[in-house]
């Protein structure tokens, strides 16, 4: 189960009746704790009570539910938004959804487990490819010249925050015309310039035919989403089986969401915020000599073994700070994420601790 939370106020933790700082979580922007944010949770728990009581097709639909898929397929530049209970849901949802009997999914060996699960249940042939192994992928998709073809991708691998090449997909889309879906769990509000996700990064809008993403990261609420235009909305919600027979999210999670989502588009310098603290701490530990991934808004810090990486992590927690191991066959390490709410002094006191933990 992991270290279990006796408080959270943004980054700083209670673990075991210990304060501690933590620079592992997913919620990049801190909004989680944002005071709008939890004031919009705390006036729809009023206003709606604690759960919907029903599934989205009865009575689990709500204005604010209304309003934040509205709202997140504007952010997406898609016409339509269709909401789930979780990103695990939405990505086992599409992949169903799109199935059919001449259809062949392409899709990445470190693709999330929800995808792979979707793409299983959907009954469809697979082909898979290596980590951004575009070459490989081209000699799949030539070999292939009959069949319906679906490549499906994360923009942002969730262990490493290795970026998907948008620009070469989108040639090989227009050259063999797939449909291309992208996962943007851990995509949106944290890359492209206002942090819209892989699609602004490269300008290219309207590459993916598909985006999903999640509310439980940056936006830090709770909940799924899929972000399209051109498919039939009734259509598609009819065979989101995910969707149909789930109770929908709470209202008390869909204001929180939509909340975020408007302090994301309103005030974008909240991803800047994040990332100048990522850089420090990138910049800090690369001059100290430590072994370290791209930069980017996900830190791996390599290190030798796993017993080193377990007594750094121990020297960590000692010295108030919490991460979490790597999860990557055969690499050891800590994956280090800043959020916008760390302070400089924050920033500093952990590149202090972990570069007299580490080296």
């Not at 944002?34 to 709606?48: C, S, W």
């Not at 509310?215 to 830090?220: D, H, P, Q, R, T």
């Not at 791996?300 to 750094?312: A, D, G, H, P, R």
């Amino acid at each position: 189960m992991g270290f279990i939370l006796e408080s959270r106020r943004a980054q700083n933790i209670i673990v075991d009746g210990r304060p501690l700082i933590i620079f592992s979580s997913n919620d990049y922007l801190g909004l989680s704790h944002h005071p709008e944010v939890i004031a919009a949770a705390n006036k729809a728990a009023l206003d709606f009570g604690c759960g919907t009581g029903g599934a989205p097709g009865t009575s689990g639909t709500t204005a604010i539910h209304v309003k934040l898929a509205q709202e997140i397929a504007a952010f997406k530049h898609r016409d339509k938004a269709v909401l789930f209970p979780s990103g695990y849901a939405a990505n086992v949802a599409i992949h169903q959804a799109l199935a059919a009997e001449d259809t062949v999914f392409f899709y990445e060996q470190k693709h999330h487990p929800s995808a792979l699960d979707g793409i299983r249940l959907s009954g469809c042939h697979k082909q898979t490819f290596d980590h951004h192994d575009l070459a490989r992928l081209e000699e799949l998709l030539s070999a292939d010249s009959h069949s319906r073809k679906i490549v499906t991708l994360p923009s942002v691998f969730t262990v490493t925050g290795e970026i998907a090449p948008l620009p070469q997909l989108f040639e090989l889309k227009r050259k063999y015309g797939f449909i291309l879906v992208i996962d943007e769990a851990h995509a949106t509000g944290c890359i492209g310039k206002t942090g819209r996700g892989l699609e602004e990064l490269f300008g290219l809008d309207g590459a993916a035919d598909f985006i999903m993403g999640t509310f439980s990261k940056a936006l830090g609420s709770q909940g799924g989403f899929l972000a399209f235009s051109g498919a039939s909305e009734r259509l598609l919600t009819r065979v989101f089986r995910p969707f149909i027979y789930s109770t929908s999210l709470s209202a008390m999670s869909v204001a929180a969401s939509l909340k975020a989502v408007e302090i994301l588009r309103d005030k974008s310098e909240i991803v800047d915020l994040m990332r100048k603290n990522i850089n420090n701490i990138y910049e800090n530990l690369l001059h100290a000599g430590l072994k370290l991934n791209k930069p980017g808004h996900i830190l791996n810090v390599y290190l030798e073994s796993s017993e080193q990486t377990i007594e750094v992590k121990n020297r960590l927690r000692n010295s108030g700070y919490f991460v979490v191991e790597l999860h990557l066959e055969n690499r050891f390490g800590l994956r280090i994420t800043a959020m916008a709410t760390h302070t400089e002094e924050e920033v500093r006191g952990f590149c202090r601790a972990l570069i007299r933990a580490a080296v």
